[in-house]
């Protein structure tokens, strides 16, 4: 085995390309790509049921979107995440 005497500047700039792919890798599994959630999914992602999700959308008090009026609700992951980051700190 042979021992490879590198400079500080080589080992300086292979540091940095190594921490800039640890970063990225790292930063791409902890931000998944944003979903759609049916309300029955979104009931579940919160752990609250259905019925208790629709009083909610009726008083417009969690984020939500609808084609129309009386048509089915559709929940953003990161809108719900954050509608629960709001309420465990008492923001309404």
Same mark, same amino acid.
């Given at each position: 085995m042979r021992d490879f005497d590198f400079s500080e500047a080589a080992v300086a700039h292979l540091a940095? #390309?190594? %921490?800039a792919r640890v970063v990225a !890798? #790292?930063?791409?599994s !902890? *931000?998944?790509p944003d979903r759609w959630l049916? $309300? /029955?999914d %979104?009931? %579940?992602?919160?752990?609250? /049921?259905? *019925?208790?999700l629709h009083k909610l959308t009726q008083r417009q008090a969690i984020p939500?979107? !609808?084609?129309?009026?009386n $048509?089915?609700?559709y929940f953003r992951v990161a809108d719900l995440d954050h509608w629960r980051l709001k309420r465990s700190h008492g923001i309404r």
């Open positions: 940095e #390309i190594v %921490a !890798q #790292i930063g791409a !902890q *931000n998944p049916d $309300s /029955t %979104a009931a %579940a992602y919160l752990g609250m /049921t259905r *019925n208790a939500f979107c !609808q084609d129309a009026p $048509s089915k609700l």
